[in-house]
């Protein structure tokens, strides 16, 4: 199967029946917490994937 197979197949439903084939819900609250959370603990974003590697590599030097 191709990926234009592929994509076909997962939006001619969609397409036909004006609606996803799945439930987009809110997350419970649980998930929210943990979301909270996360975002809370996260350091920052790096700019670039060299940013990411210069990251990597400072940390398994140390």
Do not use: C, K, W, Y
């Not at 909270?36 to 990251?55: H, W, Y």
């Amino acid at each position: 199967m191709t990926m234009s197979d592929a994509v076909r197949v997962f939006f001619t439903p969609i397409v036909a029946e004006q609606q996803f084939s799945f439930a987009l819900t809110v997350p419970n609250a649980d998930t929210q917490a943990a979301r909270q959370e996360a975002r809370a603990l996260d350091r920052g974003r790096l700019a670039t994937a060299d940013a990411l590697i210069d990251e990597r590599e400072n940390v398994t030097e140390s």
